[in-house]
């Protein structure tokens, strides 16, 4: 059983930046795949990107360029720094985990086993 707690959420501007962290209470460092989603009021929970236990990271084209997925193996914890932040970035955002070497994409939410509690980030113009 793995649980993980985001923090780091806030209210900022657009053109701002936010960092968002999420730590797992158990040893993620050596099999695990670490994704964030987020979901906005009203819509279906959307695939960031993740990063594999050696840091091969992929994105979602909507932050691509601007997002960047980190992660500590040492620490257990998941990192998303978010640059250029857009009012289209606002929502709730999770991270989430699965077993490495799932035969799914990394944006698939019904794949992952895990999910923290979401941390919300609203970007005002």
């Known amino acids: 059983q793995v649980q993980l707690v985001e923090s780091g959420g806030g209210s900022v501007r657009a053109g701002e930046s936010l960092r968002l962290s999420c730590a797992a209470s158990?040893?993620?460092?050596?099999?695990?795949?670490m994704a964030w989603f987020r979901q906005a009021p009203g819509k279906e929970r959307e695939g960031i990107g993740g990063?594999?236990?050696?840091?091969?990271?992929t994105y979602a084209d909507s932050v691509k360029g601007r997002f960047t997925i980190s992660r500590d193996n040492a620490k257990n914890i998941l990192f998303l720094q978010m640059d250029s932040l857009k009012p289209d970035d606002t929502g709730m955002y999770y991270c989430?985990?699965?077993?490495?070497?799932?035969?799914?994409?990394?944006?698939?939410?019904?794949?992952?086993?895990?999910w923290g509690q979401g941390t919300q980030v609203t970007v005002t113009s």
């Open positions: 158990a040893y993620t460092g050596s099999n695990y795949y």
């Open positions: 989430a985990a699965r077993i490495d070497g799932s035969f799914y994409g990394p944006l698939l939410p019904a794949s992952y086993t895990y």
């Open positions: 990063i594999t236990v050696t840091h091969w990271t």
